[in-house]
């Protein structure tokens, strides 16, 4: 367990016992179908995804999202959070299988009352077993086009003729419980994270070089579009190292940390070392989220 103290927390010998734990608990871990389903719907879809924040931004943007996506430059002022204000959004962000989805599910695994995720909404049925707001908000196709029309999503996609999206309110209810809301982003949604409200703290993971990547997924399995479930092979390795060669030239602006993610445990500490600085102490933020400009 985590401790927390006037909303401020730092691991622990304990702490890190509990991510040995964890790492072994997850190694032994055999996902059922359904879960890994459940997992991988959100971030398969998101890779046909879209922002909603992006297109609906006026021409002089207050979240300074679209501008800084076009502009080399953005004014930054140092921010601290305060004890009583809402904890930062943490977003990771990184190529298809890097390991993502894994790191923010541990980090939500060592601490559930610390960390927790955005209910994402889906426009497919419940199964059996789901629960409407446990899994997913389960709402109709002509609700979740309405949501869209009124920017109310992060992001959205569509995966095998379901809609699926996470939405600012969700991510606010889990900020409003007082709780870290932990999120993995496709790089088309910084824009709508990127705001005064959430004041996104991204993380970026970062596959480490070549033969250790290779070595370090010896014994682990992807997920693609066409399989559940199977060893890595050379041509994931390359797609991952390409992938993340198009985010850093793109985005690296935006990274707020970066993590490579080599030994598992290691990564987990230094995610968790990130997000108790983004939440405790100063960082540089842009100067539009201290002070919004008016439209
Ligand atoms: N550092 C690591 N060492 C060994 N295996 C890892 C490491 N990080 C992640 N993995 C494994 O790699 C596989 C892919 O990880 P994960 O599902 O988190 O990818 P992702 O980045 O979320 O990509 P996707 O979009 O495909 O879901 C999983 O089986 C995970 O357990």
Redesign the pocket.
Known sequence: MLMCCNDSFSPTEEDMMAIDDTCVEADEDDFSTDLVGFR?SM?LCRRRSHSAAHPSCPPRCPNSCCSALGSPYEEVVRYQRHPQDAHRLITLL?P???????LRRRLIEINPKIFQGAVPHTSRAPREYEESGREYHFISREIFDNMIQNNRFLEYGEYKGSLYGTSVESVREVLNSGKICVM?IEPNAVPAVRTHELKAYIIYVKPPPHERLKE??RG????TNYYVNRPFKDEDFQEIEESARKIESQFCQFFDHVIV????QD?CVQMLTAVRKAQDEPQWVPASWIRPTST
């Open positions: 991988r971030r990184g298809s299988g890097v390991g993502v989805n894994e993995d370090t997924r682990a399995h992807i997920t993610n080599d030994e598992l990564s």
